[in-house]
């Protein structure tokens, strides 16, 4: 088991093969605002990280967990049966469903129309040429199998959002043209923050905001810093938003409220 948010939760996750969580999928949990409440979705929650991180930080949050493959949708299941996840558990479950799912597949696999309040998604952002990896549960997780991934995961997160209801998402750099492509016509104020390693570098990631049937700008905001200096301490940004001391809200209808330093 692997401790999150000091203590917080607890993650089962496979030790030898498969995708194991770490900061993205904290970051993406930050994405949803203090305060939030209703239900969310985990898109391609693996054992649930993100949707547990949710869950840890906001008490009247309602997860679904939304994996397809079985060995880590089981893992998800067996994290919300373990006696440190006590308090979390009745408030989350799993749906083993694929999120490529339309219609009235979809809605029987549980994922209805118009159902949530917030979707988050950490989509297998890779290419499918980068597939290098003799992990398939591994590959599955990293790297995507159609090249319109991200429209095809934006399609169901519309469907399953109400309307007004936020998406949020972290892809690499290289995937900002495809996601666009997916959140048009159906989400608007977009927020898009890059996240870099130090002060000077690259971003290596981007975590993406919008709301469903918005009609607010696109904005692009100050960047997430994740160590200071040379060394591999955190900043305290990214130690608050790692350990759920604190969220990234959006900008778009909060311009009184500050962002975290």
């Given amino acids: 088991m692997d401790a999150f948010h000091r203590g917080g939760f607890h993650l089962l996750q496979p030790e030898a093969e498969g995708h194991r969580a770490g900061l993205d999928a904290m970051l993406l949990a930050a994405a949803v605002p203090a305060g939030a409440t209703g239900s969310l979705a985990d898109l391609g929650a693996g ?66 129309d118009r159902a949530f309040d917030h979707v988050i998604m950490n989509p297998p952002f890779n290419s499918a040429r980068d597939r290098t990896t003799p992990d398939d549960l591994k590959a599955q997780a990293h790297a995507m199998d159609t090249p319109d991934l991200f429209e095809q995961w934006l399609r169901t997160a519309n469907a399953i959002l109400k309307p007004g209801g936020q998406v949020s998402l972290i892809a690499r750099p290289q995937s900002l043209a495809d996601v666009l492509e997916g959140l048009k016509r159906r989400f608007g104020g977009i ?18 905001t919008a709301v469903k049937g918005s009609r607010a700008r696109l904005l692009l905001c100050d960047r997430i810093v994740i160590h200071k200096g040379a060394g591999r301490d955190f900043s305290r940004l990214a130690n608050d938003l790692a350990n759920g001391l604190g969220d990234w809200p959006r900008r778009t209808g909060q311009s009184a409220q500050k962002r975290p330093k």
Avoid: F, K, W
């Fill in 191 to 208: 927020e898009i923050t890059p996240v870099c390693p130090r002060v000077g570098d690259d971003a290596i990631r981007i975590l993406v």
């Fill in 47 to 112: 054992a649930g990280a993100a949707g547990l991180a949710v869950a840890s930080r906001l008490e009247g949050m309602q997860i679904v967990l939304v994996e397809r493959a079985p060995r880590m949708a089981q893992c998800a299941r067996m994290t919300i049966n373990h006696p440190l996840n006590a308090r979390l558990a009745p408030r989350v479950r799993v749906i083993e469903a694929d999120v490529n799912l339309r219609g009235e597949a979809r809605c029987a696999a549980g994922l209805a």
